[in-house]
């Protein structure tokens, strides 16, 4: 199994407080996502890196900003978090984005804003 | 605009039986497919691959069919085993520069009937 841990892993917090979420691997690989799942919308691209301080948005980046200071983390953060951004959300890495960009997933943040 | 669409949200297959897990993709850019698998409390695991130039791959008892023609593929699992009951996604990647973020499907819920 590849190296990647997400941290907490289950977290419930308040409306309008921020949020750090964080994904760490050990697999030294360059690219990495943060990705939320809903029922319904299957898994969703918030934000995505492709380098120590090199970030992208996805396609639900809209509340959410990353950062990535060091090549094994990289940080999502709510800042002020909302109800509609309970869900679950998922941190995957990829070793290249050329060929078929197999990217490998940690075992998710369950995240409820209440 | 949903470029990758998994229509059936739920299948039930008899244990031995064959499963076929349909997704329909829009963006005819796309020039790999890949199959993950979830179970519940899980990150999503990298399943089997297909390049658009082929229209078939396998690996064991999971094959994937690709009909470039009709923007279609398929996942077909023989024989099914109860292991297999979990959440598919199909994903689409355009391979250049660029361009580094895989776009999944909703998801179909995979169940193997004893």
């Known amino acids: 199994d590849a190296g990647i841990t997400q941290s907490p892993r289950h977290k419930v917090t308040e409306t309008g407080t921020p949020v750090t979420l964080r994904c760490h691997q050990t697999e030294n690989h360059r690219y990495m996502y943060w990705y939320r799942q809903d029922p319904g919308h299957g898994l969703r691209l918030i934000h995505y890196s492709y380098g120590v301080k090199d970030t992208d948005k996805g396609e639900v980046s809209d509340g959410y900003s990353v950062s990535r200071s060091k090549t094994e983390d990289f940080l999502l953060t709510l800042e002020s978090a909302t109800s509609s951004q309970t869900s679950v959300y998922f941190c995957a890495i990829s070793e290249s984005a050329s060929g078929r960009n197999e990217q490998y997933f940690g075992p998710g943040t369950r995240l409820t804003v209440t | 605009d949903q470029q990758v669409k998994q229509n059936s949200p739920s299948l039930s297959v008899q244990e031995g039986r064959i499963s076929i897990l349909n997704c329909d993709y829009t963006n005819s850019m796309f020039d790999y497919f890949l199959w993950y698998k979830k179970y519940p409390a899980e990150g999503p695991t990298f399943l089997i691959s297909?390049?658009?130039?082929?229209d078939k791959n396998e690996d064991g008892r999971f094959t994937v069919f690709l009909n470039k023609s009709a923007k279609h593929l398929s996942l077909h699992i023989v024989p099914s085993q109860p292991g297999d009951s979990a959440v598919y996604f199909c994903?689409?990647?355009?391979?250049?520069?660029?361009?580094?973020?895989?776009?999944f499907g909703t998801g179909t819920r995979l169940t193997i009937i004893p």
């Open positions: 297909i390049s658009s130039i082929k």
């Open positions: 994903a689409g990647f355009i391979s250049n520069f660029g361009n580094e973020k895989l776009t």
